[in-house]
């Protein structure tokens, strides 16, 4: 019988213990977390939309590529929002789409603009940067800019400072 309590209290602690950690750490899973990208978003009509602005403000058009699903998406885009640096270089130079690669209907999305903007297999999130004109300016991995459990500011900060307008 203890036999048996032991074995089970081994198997709760090895189950439990990186949920509890992760409660600790204040991490939600992605599947709980406020939706970030719309399946439904007409993301080329966006992004002509987006052209016209950033002519008139002087901004680049940042893609970020990825889905509701994601982890990272939801770190990336929690640093954009939660980081005050980051958020004025985003407001100040970009404009920002997110490119849901999601399925619709059993359909997947956006697929065509993987490729288009030289994204695809990069995993995600991954960061597409165009000019006001549509050109693609970079196209990135957003691996690259992790540290640890997740992405780190300057290394962010550096990236949108490298591919702002005029900088």
């Known amino acids: 019988m203890k036999k048996t309590i032991s074995f089970f209290l081994f198997l709760s602690v090895l189950f439990l213990a990186p949920a509890l ?25 966006l992004i002509a939309a987006a052209m016209a602005d950033a002519a008139a403000g002087q901004k680049n058009i940042l893609l970020m590529f990825g889905g509701n699903w994601c982890p990272w998406c939801h770190f990336l885009h929690e640093l954009f929002d939660s980081d005050r640096a980051i958020r004025d270089r985003l407001q100040k130079s970009f404009i920002l789409i997110m490119v849901d690669v999601g399925e619709k209907a059993g359909q997947p999305l ?38 640890g459990r997740g992405h780190d500011p300057k290394k962010v900060l550096a990236f949108l400072d490298i591919h702002a307008p005029g900088e």
Do not use: W
């Open 21 to 45: 950690h992760a409660l600790q750490a204040g991490e939600v899973p992605a599947r709980e977390k406020p939706a970030i990208y719309d399946p439904a978003a007409d993301v080329k009509a």
């Open 110 to 147: 956006n697929t065509d603009l993987l490729e288009l903007y030289r994204v695809k297999g990069m995993g995600y999130p991954s960061l597409a940067v165009l000019d006001a004109k549509g050109k693609l300016l970079a196209a990135q991995s957003s691996g690259v800019l992790e540290k």
